[in-house]
């Protein structure tokens, strides 16, 4: 169940959900190098914000001294994670995670007087990669392709698009039907704000027209 | 009684037909959040921020108290029909919940939890009416060091003593902090991290953030999951949630065991109901062990479900207690609270009921409208929200989306929050992907700020002398207690890990 689905390296004691694709290779099991990099890019983002910050004011502290706390801050955990990862690869378990690891599992269920584990096959998949990288690239070309157009096309046209993409990459299988539904969702929201909460919402093109 | 009286101006406010339909459409708002998986109250609050600016505070505020409680009535729903928490609060509401459901008595689990958050609900916010005085009175002899101890305090309960791995928990801490540091610096009005960009001067919004993080962060986790899990099943109910009072009786004093359970918690920052329903669930089970009760474990036991709904409400009612009196945010949902309050250039703690009393009261007064209005529309229509868990996956998510983007836009009509939107957005997915908190970047993102200026303040009075900071007895109080926090979470980390590899160290060489 839940919190036994916060554990990281339970799916790997059952073996079962290893992505059958992904045999050895340096970076099976530790794709979250990406995160420390991420933190490692932040680190050094901060680090060269820092070193050329235009300094108003002679108080001291100045408003270099907390960022550079933060920066000593990222630079270790980014380390850390680096070293934890590359000691301890592990491959994402397939079970439900309520709130992604906010809370340890362990003292959950010590406080709770669970047992220590319940054990739950996880189903064998036959894809590639963990995250389902299509779906992922078609939300994201949604969102990407609405803030690019919402200036020229307006709300209404920019949003149900965003609306009607989503469905489509999400798995519904009615584009005709989603079309209607989208375009009514986009008129209504944009009625609601422009008469009923006074906000400007884009109108494009189509308010030269009508 | 001061508090009775100032109160009774509470009620007078709240109590007119405008502010009634608020605390109504925030409840069903909340309920409706609740009962769908992956929504919670924060994401809610976050969501409606925006729209809800031209509304005037009193209005808006008791629109989120609706909406506050509501999150929790209806996020058990789905654990109990479905074994599928949709927020951590459930989880130890779902162990008994959902086996009562199985067994017949979906309608009777309904019930009980929604009782029980009523119950726990009330009885905190009473405390909270009566204590919080006292909170001011406490929080008004804080200087900038007790301040900034208060903040380590909450940085490093939330992303080290209660978080599944101290290593991840810190770098959601680092990455809040990122975050917090762009824009203009208060007190030197030097610009930082901004890239010369005008736009940025103000900061990242704490809306792009965390409609970023909970909203499309959550929907970009469904994109990379809905075509591999398989669906969950919906237990079926018919009717309304009914209990008879056979059950009350049996119920009632679990539920006041989980209230005192929660209502402690709501003053610490340990992130949530998630502690204290998990001890009041460990408690439960180890009374029904005691008195041999065959049905916990088997067929559910109603005081299993209980304790725990009483214990998560109770906490988010004491938790509204410490924000307002001290500014303290002790959950992710309380810290977009704190957000909303800033939104209105109001700012939590002691001068809030100096300066903004009348806002106070009739907030809390509307606490206790919303709980008897939730009760009302959860315990006969318990079954009608389920439906809610028919809506098409699609529908709803896409919906989610294009109100992120629609929320985000309004604040000040800028394209380049939409890019930041996303970017935090894939940022939020990637953090889920690898179950790294999120808790710990919104209070991070929240306190940042107050723990900079208070920390500069503090060395800037010592000329420099770091001694300051653990120079009263407050602040060695509560350096103290986060050493034993901390040092009791290392010894069970180490612990856990040590049994682990004990029980599997054949696999593990196989692995490494």
């Known amino acids: ?210 | 009684m001061d508090q009775l009286s100032l109160l009774f101006d509470g009620f007078g406010a709240a109590l007119t037909p405008m502010n009634l339909l608020w605390v109504l459409i925030g409840a069903v708002l909340g309920t409706a959040v609740g009962v769908l998986p992956g929504l919670g109250s924060a994401m809610a609050v976050a969501l409606l921020l925006p729209v809800t600016f031209s509304l005037d505070p009193t209005a808006a505020f008791i629109m989120f108290a609706g909406i506050y409680f509501g999150g929790l009535f209806g996020d058990s729903t789905a654990g109990i029909l479905l074994n599928t928490p949709g927020n951590s609060s459930a989880i130890a509401s779902t162990f008994e919940g959902h086996r009562m459901a199985k067994n017949g008595h979906a309608a009777k689990a309904l019930a009980t939890a929604a009782i029980g958050a009523f119950i726990g609900g009330l009885i905190a916010t009473t405390l909270v009416v009566f204590f919080a005085p006292t909170l001011v009175k406490l929080a008004t002899v804080f200087g900038p060091a007790e301040y900034f101890a208060l903040a380590v305090f909450a940085f490093l309960a939330i992303s080290s003593v209660v978080s599944e791995s101290v290593v991840r928990g810190l770098a959601a801490l680092g990455i809040g902090l990122a975050l917090a540091l762009v824009g203009i610096d208060g007190p030197s009005g030097t610009a930082r991290f901004t890239l010369g960009m005008p736009q940025l001067f103000d900061g990242i919004s704490i809306i792009v953030i965390t409609v970023g993080l909970l909203a499309l962060g959550e929907v970009f986790h469904i994109a990379s999951r809905i075509h591999r899990d398989p669906a969950a099943t919906q237990i079926k109910t018919r009717g309304r949630a009914r209990i008879n009072l056979g059950d009350v009786r049996r119920a009632l004093p679990a539920w006041l065991r989980g209230t005192a359970f929660g209502a402690p918690f709501g003053l610490i920052p340990a992130g949530g109901a998630e502690v204290p329903t998990f001890l009041a669930y460990g408690t439960e089970k180890k009374l029904a062990a005691r008195r041999k009760d065959p049905e916990f474990g088997t067929t559910g036991s109603i005081k299993g479900l209980a304790a725990p709904e009483a214990a998560s409400n109770a906490t988010a009612g004491t938790a509204m207690g410490a924000l307002l009196a001290l500014g303290l945010p002790t959950s992710a949902t309380a810290a977009i609270m704190l957000a909303a309050f800033q939104q209105y250039g109001m700012q939590p703690g002691p001068l809030l009921f100096e300066r903004s009393g009348e806002l106070v009261w009739a907030l809390l007064a509307s606490l206790f409208i919303g709980l008897v209005i939730l009760l009302i529309i959860n315990l006969p229509f318990a079954t009608v929200w389920a439906k809610l868990l028919n809506i098409p996956r699609h529908y709803l998510y896409a919906g989610i989306t294009v109100f992120s983007m629609l929320g985000v836009y309004a604040v000040s009509s800028s394209v380049l929050d939409l890019w930041l939107l996303i970017a935090i957005g894939l940022a939020g997915f990637m953090m889920r992907r690898f179950n790294i908190p999120l808790a710990p970047v919104l209070i991070a993102v929240i306190l940042g700020p107050m723990a900079e200026t208070e920390l500069r303040r503090a060395l800037a009075v010592s000329e420099g002398d770091l001694g300051i900071l653990v120079g009263s007895p407050i602040t060695i109080t509560l350096y103290l207690v986060l050493a034993v926090a901390l040092a009791v979470s290392g010894v069970q980390h180490v612990r856990h890990r040590r049994t682990r590899k004990d029980s599997e160290p054949a696999v593990q060489a196989v692995d490494a």
């Not at chain 1, 790997?12 to 992505?19: A, F, I, K, L, V």
């Not at chain 1, 209607?180 to 422009?194: D, E, H």
């Open chain 1, 1 to 210: 169940m839940s919190i036994t689905g916060s554990r990281p390296d339970a799916g790997r004691r059952q073996g079962t959900d290893n992505p059958p694709a992904a045999e050895g290779g340096f970076l099976r099991g530790r794709s979250e190098l990406l995160v420390a990099v991420v933190l490692y890019a932040l680190a050094v983002f901060l680090t060269v914000g820092t070193a050329t910050m235009n300094v108003q004011g002679s108080a001291t502290p100045g408003p270099r001294f907390f960022p550079v706390l933060v920066c000593i801050l990222l630079y270790a955990v980014a380390t850390a994670l680096t070293i934890s990862v590359l000691r301890n690869p592990s491959v994402p378990d397939t079970r439900k995670h309520p709130d992604h690891g906010n809370f340890s599992a362990d003292m959950l269920r010590d406080l709770a007087g669970l047992p220590a584990d319940r054990t739950q096959t996880a189903p064998a998949g036959s894809w590639r990669t963990y995250s389902d990288w299509r779906t992922i690239g078609l939300v994201l070309l949604g969102l990407v392709t609405f803030t690019a157009v919402l200036n020229l096309l307006g709300w209404i046209l920019s949003a149900a698009f965003l609306f009607w993409i989503i469905c489509y990459a999400l798995g519904s299988r009615r584009p005709a039907f989603d079309a209607g539904v989208s375009l009514l969702f986009a008129s209504a929201i944009q009625l609601a704000f422009n008469a009923g909460l006074g906000l400007n919402l884009p109108s494009g093109f189509l308010g030269g027209l009508l």
